[in-house]
């Protein structure tokens, strides 16, 4: 039987969506860093793909309303948060990574978990594979987290800083999980009844399914940094990219602190590249501090979006 679409792609019937697979084609992801990328997509290290994705943010999906119906002003803080605790569940429960998308109604927080690019979808009769069902049930215990009221409130004092009471908070959960190969190879099901099963296993509008294939390089992401927080709400910028410009949101600068130790990660960033983020980073803290302090003039500084 011949694949029912195209090699390089496969079609969410059940959610009215195009998924283009394959190696990222965009001119910024250049061929050291797609070599290195292709070498760990057959990795069995899954610590060595979290690492690779915490300074590469530009391949996870989710920062720009790709899942759920908002976020399309971007994520905030201009940052992605790599594994963020959730209270009350264990370090080993919470996400590998979240953004915290934004629309002028919604907040959509993107919880997103990566599981190592060898693992199997299906066993050899066809049934979901064991490391698969579990990988699952962990995205089923961060909907039920966010479900509670009293975690709602908690993660808007934590993550949101209480801003936005109004707008909705309509978590979206991700699963990055095996290759594309576990549905082109030869098997006992159809090419056809593993994307089937494949839609059917990602159950509800808020659950999305994807293989490391899938993941492509967004320019978009490419200034983001990365954050960590703690469980009092802290947080910390762990990696910045050389290309940083600026953060856009002067009241996520006053939050996220200091950046001197994540530009010293980089060895990349050259003392003279270190002086211009450092000095763009402290002009948008110096004004984020004054919004939060009810000072809402920024001078020659953008406006952020509501």
Known sequence: ???????DQWKLEGKGEVLVVGAPNDDAFDDATRRAWESLKSS?????????????VALLPGAWGEFGSGGHHGPMYSAVFRQPPLQGLDS???PDFMWIPRSTVEITPVCIEIERPTKRWFTKDGTPTAQLTQALDQLNQWRSWFSEALNQQLFRENYLKNRWPRRVLKPQFVLIYGRESDFTEDHKLSIEARHSKRIYLGAGPDVHLRTFDSLRWNSHNENLVTVSASTSGRFRVE??????DRLGDPTGAHYLGPIENAIAQNSEINSVRAG???AAWTKERSAGRRIASGDTYLGSLPIPTP
């Open 92 to 94: 080993t429960r919470v």
């Open 44 to 56: 069995d290290c899954e610590a060595k793909v979290q690492e690779f994705l915490e300074r590469h």
């Open 276 to 278: 211009e983020i450092l």
């Open 1 to 7: 039987m011949q694949p029912p679409y195209e090699a």
């Open 239 to 244: 990696w910045v990219p050389k290309s940083f």
